[in-house]
């Protein structure tokens, strides 16, 4: 069984900055990219950021220089930096497993962590 723990969600002011944790177990880490993806309320799940088993990144173009996507192989652990953060930022955040490299598609990914809510207040 595979579990993501999230952490580092919560509300901040616009203009400031979160970082998320996402813990893996129950798989090799290091073998697995990750992804980061957000849903508002009323909106589809979206695709911010991921990074592949090799330390390659991609981002959304809405969240370049604002989001940073990194990995720690050795603690099981991605993240997401977030800066510079506005109220269209709230939504549920969610990081997602899949094997090997990376995709922007939500259905390509097998396995998800339960999400944590970002608020950003104006």
């Known amino acids: 069984q595979v579990q993501l723990v999230k952490s580092g969600g919560g509300l901040v002011q616009a203009g400031g900055s979160l970082r998320l944790s996402c813990v893996v177990s129950g798989r090799t880490f290091s073998i697995y990219a990750m992804a980061w993806f957000r849903q508002a309320p009323g909106k589809e799940r979206e695709f911010l950021a991921a990074i592949s088993s090799g330390g390659r990144t991609y981002y959304a173009d809405f969240v370049k220089g604002r989001f940073t996507i990194s990995r720690d192989n050795a603690k099981n652990t991605g993240f997401l930096q977030m800066i510079s953060l506005k109220p269209d930022d709230t939504a549920v955040y969610y990081c997602?497993?899949?094997?090997?490299?990376?995709?922007?598609?939500?259905?390509?990914?097998?396995?998800w962590g339960q999400g944590t809510q970002v608020t950003v207040s104006s």
């Open positions: 997602a497993l899949r094997y090997l490299d990376y995709d922007v598609g939500v259905r390509n990914y097998a396995y």
